[in-house]
């Protein structure tokens, strides 16, 4: 290999642990004949200007930062520093801030049986509802969301909307009609709908591609461990007695006043881009961005380009992650509101209910790290997203055939269980999305679609599930089968396609399809803010 320079000690040159990057100058900031000429490419060395160009942001700072023409390769020692380097600044506050949101989301499970029905006079659907309008606010707000990350300053936005959140949060406690409990409810959505797109985005950033289910895996497990924690808080609360306040009011005002300080500290301590992370010396940032170079999805660009936002609306391998992630998050959406009024309907005592949401969170957290770990060791999305939805069946025909007793709610409990692989699922179906969408105004779009369908489907999910439908549910669980069948569907499609696609790739490069070949691209283009189906060196993951 020619041309190379190692940066951080030693390093494997043919393709083993080193992570060979290609670290051309950018053309920004450079003059001829006393005009400035236009900055596009951080790899071709043309000065020419494409129809597209990269973020000028991005162009300046490798002017500045990067010193030499060679390929650079990173040491194993050195990325293992920058990566705990991000993991502290960035891994940290994504875990923390999506466990505050599924808390404070969740809230109103564990406040059901604390009484707000009562107190608020819930009727009907009316408490199925205070779950579905948050998912309508998502639906409504998710690609102004979107928009906002690509074109605002990513940790200012979030750490603003985490304080805004907090804030609505503890103002629930004040609510004692359903009307104010939907409005409440609504603000709820729309703030927290940030924190799933602008971590995805994140991840993309600051984390290569074989990291970024490990990443996703875990903020996303934070489903499971709120569970946990949060029917220890709740039994807690609930032993509180003779208080001026309910216990579900002085369970919203608690969660969200500390929701309010963390955003706080979200604003400090997190950075908005390698480019502006001040907390690090100049190489390290550089080389942070140099680390993700070989992912091909870029760093950001905060131009909206109205072609690929085309080009995403058109692509099929985006309508199949938007259809996996509605089919996902239909059940999910049911099961999460009524979660402790179908264990009470087993015949648990509230105390038992809380401590077997305890359970139910490890075993999420068990299904999620178990998805991600055996997604990286293998580099089978798509094929244990498959494996992943056959619990959930399995869990839900049980429901169907066996009927609610004392002598069956062991069993019924394990189904139940069994029905919790939905969050490793979405982990993986969140990680092909970011693996295999690259352009910044295409991410988006797609990023869009998919929360837009995850809110559906999560929507719609405690609709299917009747208050005369009580106690089995049976047409709520005969919907689950349908929609899990036609995720099976969806994956199946999804993998054969992006095989194909990467065929075609190879085949127009005249290369094999073997992974080996990965040391033949040049990553040139990777920082140019072109599509996947633009970028010729771009290879898709399944």
């Known amino acids: 290999m020619a041309n190379v320079e190692v940066l951080g000690g030693s390093a494997d040159l043919t393709g083993g642990p080193g992570i060979m990057l290609n670290a051309q100058k950018a053309t920004a900031g450079r003059f001829e004949d006393g005009k400035e000429l236009e900055v596009y490419s951080l790899g071709s060395g043309s000065t020419e200007a494409p129809p597209r160009g990269i973020d000028s942001e991005i162009a300046e700072f490798f002017a500045q930062t990067s010193t030499t023409t060679k390929a650079v390769v990173i040491d194993n020692v050195t990325n293992v520093r920058l990566r705990w380097m991000i993991h502290k600044r960035v891994l940290v506050v994504m875990v923390i801030t999506y466990f505050a949101q599924t808390l404070d989301k969740g809230t109103i499970n564990f406040a059901s049986i604390m009484g707000i029905r009562e107190d608020a006079h819930l009727v009907g659907q009316q408490y199925a509802w205070l779950t579905t309008c948050v998912y309508i606010a998502i639906l409504i707000w998710e690609f102004p969301t979107n928009r906002l990350i690509q074109r605002l300053p990513i940790a200012k936005y979030l750490g603003l909307n985490i304080m805004a959140w907090g804030a609505v949060l503890a103002c629930t406690a004040a609510c004692t009609s359903f009307t104010g409990l939907i409005i409440v409810r609504t603000f709820l959505g729309i703030f927290e709908c940030v924190c799933q797109p602008a971590f995805v985005f994140l991840a993309t950033m600051w984390y290569t591609r074989e990291e970024q289910a490990l990443v996703i895996g875990a903020f996303y497990s934070m489903n499971g461990f709120q569970q946990c924690v949060g029917g220890l808080i709740a039994y807690g609360i609930a032993q509180i007695e003779h208080a001026k306040l309910k216990n579900w009011q002085i369970l919203f005002t608690l969660l969200g006043c500390i929701t309010f300080v963390w955003g706080l500290f979200v604003l400090w301590w997190l950075p908005d881009s390698p480019m502006r992370a001040k907390c690090w010396s100049k190489q390290d940032r550089f080389l942070m961005a140099e680390r993700v170079r070989k992912n091909e999805t870029g760093i950001q660009n905060r131009e909206f380009k109205k072609y690929q936002a085309i080009e995403a609306i058109l692509d099929p391998t985006v309508w199949a992650v938007v259809l996996v992630s ?9 099961l999460g509101a009524f979660s402790n009024l179908i264990l009470t309907a087993f015949g648990f005592s509230q105390l038992q209910t809380y401590l077997l949401a305890i359970a139910q969170g490890a075993i999420i957290m068990l299904f999620l790290f178990s998805a991600a770990y055996l997604s990286k060791r293998y580099r089978q999305k798509l094929l244990l997203a498959f494996l992943y939805t056959l619990p959930n069946i399995a869990g ?15 069993g019924l409990l394990i189904a139940f269980y069994c029905t919790q692989g939905f969050g490793a699922v979405a982990v993986l179906n969140l990680a092909i999305m970011s693996n295999n969408i690259a352009g910044r105004t295409k991410q988006v779009i797609a990023s869009s679609l998919v929360f837009i369908a995850w809110a559906v489907g999560n929507a719609i ?11 089995r549910y049976i047409k709520a669980f005969v919907a689950h089968i349908v929609v899990y069948g036609i995720q099976l569907a969806a994956i199946v499609f999804l993998r054969v396609r992006l095989m194909r696609l990467n065929a075609l790739e190879c085949r127009a490069q005249f290369l094999s399809t073997s992974e080996e070949n ?25």
């Open 396 to 410: 839900t025909v049980v429901f169907l055939c066996v009927e609610t007793s004392a002598k069956t709610k062991v």
């Open 461 to 471: 999910g405690p609709q299917v599930f009747r208050a005369n439908d009580a106690p």
């Open 518 to 542: 990965d040391v033949n691209i040049t990553h040139k283009q990777a920082f140019d803010d072109l599509t996947d189906n633009e970028n010729p060196d771009f290879r898709y993951a399944y």
């Open 326 to 334: 509605f089919t996902n998050a239909l059940p999910t959406g049911g």
